[in-house]
C-alpha cells in the first residue's frame, strides 16, 4: 500500500518503505525530503520563481566543490510539461557514479505567489534507474494536481 504525502500544498503517493525525513526548525515547512531504503533521497522545496536560479546554482555549486569531474546535462521529461528545466548531475562518489536530477515546476499553487517547486533526485546510477518510474510518477502527480 504506498503512503501518501500531503505538505505545503504538495500531494503525492511514494513507495511505504520510502522515510520522509524530519526537517530542522530553521529549515521551515515549505519543503521536505524523501530517503529511500537504498540510499537515495527525493527532496522538495517551494521557493519564490525569483530564487530557483539561486537554490539551484547552490545545489550544483556544493556538488562541484565536493566531488571531482560533475557532469551536467539538460535533459527533458516526457511526464512533465515541454520546456521543463530539467538537469541530471553525474559523479563519482568512492567507486559509485551517482545521478542528481533537478527538476524546476513553476506556477505551482496561487499565481499571485509566484512559487516554484525545486525538486531534487539522487540516488546510485543504478537504484536511479530501477526507480525512475517511480520518480516519473511523483513528478507527474505533482504536475497534475
Keep these: 500500500m ?10 503525492f503517493l511514494y513507495p511505504d518503505n520510502w522515510k520522509v525525513v524530519d526537517r530542522a526548525e530553521d529549515e521551515g515547512d515549505r519543503g521536505a525530503t524523501l ?16 530564487r530557483v536560479e539561486e537554490l539551484i546554482d547552490g545545489i550544483v555549486n556544493t556538488i562541484a566543490a565536493d566531488y571531482e569531474d560533475v557532469e551536467r546535462e539538460e535533459v527533458t521529461l516526457q511526464v512533465l ?45 543504478r537504484d536511479f534507474d530501477k526507480n525512475e518510474p517511480v520518480f516519473a510518477a511523483i513528478l507527474k ?3 497534475e494536481a
Design 2 to 11: 504506498p503512503a501518501q504525502f500531503d505538505s505545503f500544498g504538495v500531494r
Design 35 to 50: 530517503d529511500l531504503p537504498s540510499g537515495g533521497f527525493v527532496t522538495i522545496e517551494r521557493t519564490n520563481v525569483d
Design 81 to 125: 510539461p515541454e520546456n521543463t528545466p530539467v538537469t541530471d548531475l553525474r559523479f563519482y562518489y568512492l567507486d559509485l557514479l551517482i545521478v542528481s536530477r533537478l527538476v524546476v515546476l513553476n506556477s505551482i499553487g496561487d499565481e499571485e505567489d509566484a512559487n516554484a517547486l525545486v525538486i531534487q533526485i539522487q540516488a546510485e546510477s
Design 141 to 143: 502527480q505533482i504536475v
